[in-house]
């Protein structure tokens, strides 16, 4: 290779712990004068936080990627806000449902969400994920007032 591993093998490196560490030039001959035994120890440990590193960047995106997008709505008499929203299909949500006034719900057959207890000041989470794409409906499912047949959330899911 280069006087890097010649050093190593003079040194009583293996050419494996070479190839692991040539990249830390500073660390071989910071340590090459000391004690044998007592380098080897710290070469593992240094490998073994050189992969924990790559592993823990590596694994970043990966949980990003994977975590729900969620979408808030305010629930009151007799609608929601937003009351359209547009989905992608496979792409999993939460729904943060928020009352303002009194207890609603919200029912979506499709989507098998079927929740009566939306209550006042209090965040309710749906999570589901869109398996086709359309135009859906979901109608409040807890009685709230004259209005509530009326209150509907339009939710379209796009490819
Ligand atoms: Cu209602």
Do not use: W
Not at 118 to 139: A, N
Request: with cysteine.
């Amino acid at each position: 290779m280069d006087g890097l591993e010649r050093h190593a093998r003079q040194v009583g490196i293996c050419p494996s712990s070479v190839m692991l560490n040539a990249q830390d030039k500073t660390f071989i001959f910071e340590f090459s004068a000391r004690n044998p035994f007592r380098r080897k120890e710290v070469t593992k440990v240094k490998v073994a936080m050189f992969l924990a590193v790559i592993f823990f960047v590596s694994s970043i995106p990966a949980g990003r990627a994977q975590s729900p997008r969620r979408i808030e709505i305010i629930a009151k008499r007799f609608t929601y806000d937003p009351d359209v929203i547009t989905l992608k299909r496979g792409e999993p949500v939460v729904l943060v449902l928020h009352s303002i006034d009194v207890t609603h719900g919200l029912k979506i057959a499709d989507f098998n969400i079927n929740s009566k207890d939306i209550k006042k000041g209090k965040d309710s989470e749906l999570q589901f994920s869109p398996q086709q794409t359309g135009h859906y409906v979901g109608q409040c499912a807890h009685f709230c007032g004259k209005g509530h047949g009326d209150m509907k959330l339009q939710i379209d899911v796009v490819p």
